[in-house]
């Protein structure tokens, strides 16, 4: 049950974005399609998932002085790893979040899991913590981009990153005959 | 000479860090409430990436490169932006109590701000040379320094203004800096 609520938590009450305002420059800076979103959220769940699992267990023979190095060194490692994988796997959503990607290691959210909450339990709860904070953080970037991607396009495009087909088009159209000014059509591929 | 003072205006004004980029976001909400606190932050932010661009430049030319491991930058950077932090921190502590107490918990936490790595990685990926390096890593957290201090000054304003009680506290302040980067997109076009 305590599980659960702790999973929870990371999607309202302590929603990273919304409730904790961390996170924010990448959330910002990121959220302007759909696409992004999906990318950069699932990327700092990963991240976040595994390090705290790491730092979990570690926790024991990490000296308190020097936790904060170790933290970021092992964050850096799993940062580095992921941006290698996806500049050879997933070309265009590297590049369009460019620079960011590498800033996921300042990205308070994760740091501040380490230190709140996986220096402090176990793995499988640490775990746990990581995917639902970073699912919540995943879905606050969704509903900012999905408002962000509508007004600049009047459409929403899901792409499938690892040949930059689209999955799924919903366009905002304009019927002259209709009784409605517009309708939403939709467009699926597969 | 005339590039670099085009080069110092852009980056303080028109493709200024906080509005325009997003970076630094964290103290920016976090440290604005004093203006006091606000200058402080700002100076020591400046001093963190003058210090840190530096010592990561010669590390990336003179170490990573020779040596061929140009994918260890994130690691080495960071590593060396977190000494580099707690060295200020101890600099702080020990020339100015009042001040280390008044920034408190940011101040450890100038290494997960995201400007310090972003410039020091754009001055590599930038292939600035050393002046251009130093006039980038000077002008843009002196950018930072400028909007922190007058978003702090509008923020003392907003605490004695009678703001609807669900737009209290940090709303408001999003809202007030929303209005400040349209302030700023009027800069565009300068250089």
Redesign the interface.
Known sequence: MNRKENFIAGFVKENPVFGLYLGLCSALAISTTLDNAIGMGLCVTLILTASNMIISAIRKITPDEIRIPVYIVVIATLVSAVEMLMAAFMKELYANLGVFISLIVVNCIILGRAEAFASKNGIVDSALDGIGMGLGYTFSLLLISGVREFLATASWTITNPFNNQSFCTLVLTSLNHSRFPCSIHQQVHF | MADLFSMAIAAILINNIILT??????PF??VSKKTSSAIGMGAAVIFVIMGASIITYFLYHGVLVTLGIE??Q??TF??VI??FVQFTEMFIKKFSPALYKSLGIYL??I????A???VA??NI?QNYSFIEMLVNSFSVPLGFLLVLYIFSCMRERLDIASTPNAWKG?PVALVAAALMALAFSGFAGLV
Request: net charge positive; with cysteine; proline share 3%.
């Open positions: 980029k997003f970076f630094g976001m964290c909400l976090g994918y260890m994130l690691i960071i590593l977190a000494s450890p936490l290494t997960t701000n995201c310090v790595l972003y990685k754009d990926t940090n």
